[in-house]
């Protein structure tokens, strides 16, 4: 049973809009989550993370807002650019445990 | 600042060969781990150690052993290797100071093919 649910494989958004990648969790336990930018060739790198006890992180472009009741999270890109063309990953984190759980990643294409 | 390095960046062994993966951090972080990632898949926990001398496991550990015996050094061994363990393996390192919070400091990863 996965845990983190990334349905969305792919999204497609031209340059300067705005971009939703979503997230579902079924791990009560969770109580941090973090958002990582994937390169091809390279190792995922951290990009925005929020606890458990907020509903919102800024951060620059970057916006990640949490749903808990519905145990959705969401990253909005705004305004999005062709270098924001990665594989993004949400995670989630039982911190007592020491465990993160990632999602299959959606490949976001901003197109120019 | 190196980060997080991985070594060898790519290998081909044969079934049943083992082989040792490196990881090296040089920010002085407690906990470290190994994940691999298979295409079109999220990254799956091995093992992880919060800190030299104690190592756990994780989502997926069979056919994997760790050791932890500095802070620096978190290699991973891969016993007696099998086709279903090609992958790219990720070490990641996280500091601890006010515990886990799962904020992850990736190496480029090493992609393993076993013939």
């Known amino acids: 049973d996965q845990q983190v649910k990334q349905n969305s494989p792919s999204l497609s958004v031209q340059e300067g809009r705005i971009s939703i990648l979503n997230c579902d969790y079924t791990n009560s336990m969770f109580d941090y989550f973090l958002w990582y930018k994937k390169y091809p060739a390279e190792g995922p790198t951290f990009l925005i993370s929020i606890s458990s006890i907020k509903d919102k992180n800024e951060d620059g472009r970057f916006t990640v807002f949490l749903n808990k009741s519905a145990k959705h999270l969401s990253l909005h890109i705004v305004p999005s650019q062709p270098g924001d063309s990665a594989v993004y990953f949400c995670a989630a984190s039982d911190t007592n445990a020491g465990k993160s759980t990632f999602g299959d990643g959606t490949t976001l294409t901003v197109k120019p | 600042n190196a980060g997080v390095t991985q070594t060898p960046k790519f290998q081909v062994l044969k079934t049943g060969q083992s082989m040792t993966l490196q990881c090296a951090q040089d920010m002085n972080h407690e906990y470290m781990s190994w994940y691999r990632q298979d295409p079109g898949m999220g990254l799956r926990l091995i093992h992880y150690?919060?800190?030299?001398?104690?190592?756990d496991q994780g989502e997926v550990p069979n056919g994997y052993n760790v050791s932890r015996s500095t802070t620096e050094d978190f290699p991973l061994r891969l016993l007696s290797a099998a086709p279903s363990q090609t992958s790219v393996y990720f070490c990641?390192?996280?500091?601890?100071?006010?515990?886990?919070?799962?904020?992850?400091?990736f190496g480029e990863g090493s992609r393993l093919t076993v013939l």
């Open positions: 150690s919060v800190g030299a001398g104690i190592t």
């Open positions: 990641a390192s996280s500091y601890s100071l006010r515990g886990y919070s799962g904020e992850l400091f």
